[in-house]
């Protein structure tokens, strides 16, 4: 599945979960986060490709990327961004932002942005918090982010994940494995295989 596919069916798989979603706003979802704070992190996937775009349109001409996949990006980011107390306050706010309709903000922010990701060139830099990437490479993070938290969310509000979505999680398994160590790889097989178990607090991001 190339990254603006992915990108744009999580998009709007996201859309069709936020009827649910506002009579559920204090209920607890993933870790400290209720779901307004969940909606609001998973909502962080427009608000940084809009960002980024905007940061990289006023960047020097000829700027080019620091970062060339989505792996390295995670990577990098779990050096500089992954502070787990900043995570949950970024969500946090993102949730309060949304405001009184949180469904409603939401929509109109994923029509608004994918809007801007199809009328945008592959090749256009993003100037994310850990270096320039092109378009094409940064946006398979924030499908991956779409995937997974749209999961999230429907778990927590209780609706199914459809089977046209399953291409979707694959791509998602498929980056997992980019990103994940040696020694995470290794853990991940001999636990899809049966041989151990997960520790609770494993992730690879």
């Known amino acids: ?12 798989w996201l859309r069709t979960l936020l009827p649910a979603v506002n009579g559920r706003l204090d209920v607890p979802a993933l870790g400290e986060w209720d779901v307004r704070a969940l909606l609001g992190h998973t909502c962080r996937a427009f608000i940084t490709v809009e960002r980024y775009l905007s ?8 700027t080019q ?3 060339d996949s989505a792996e ?12 787990p107390q900043r995570v949950t306050q970024r969500g946090n706010d993102a949730g309060r932002d949304l405001g009184d ?42 499908a991956f982010e779409l995937t997974v938290h749209g999961i999230d969310l429907a778990v927590v509000t209780k609706q199914q994940v459809p089977e046209h979505l399953h ?36 992730t690879i991001i």
């Open 55 to 62: 940061a990289g349109a006023d960047a020097p001409p000829n």
């Open 101 to 142: 309709d949180p469904a409603a903000s939401a929509e109109a922010m994923i029509l608004r942005v994918c809007s801007l990701v199809a009328r945008t060139p592959d090749h256009a830099i993003v100037m994310t918090p850990v270096g320039a990437m092109q378009l094409d490479a940064y946006l398979p993070t924030r």
């Open 72 to 83: 390295d990006y995670f990577r990098a980011a779990a050096a500089s961004l992954s502070d």
């Open 1 to 12: 599945m190339d990254s603006r596919t992915w990108f744009d069916s999580s998009a709007q």
């Open 65 to 67: 990327p620091d970062l």
């Open 167 to 202: 291409q979707n999680i694959s791509s998602a398994i498929a980056l997992s494995s980019l990103i994940a160590t040696p020694e995470q790889s290794l853990r991940l097989l001999r636990t899809i295989t049966g041989r151990e178990e997960l520790p609770p607090d494993f």
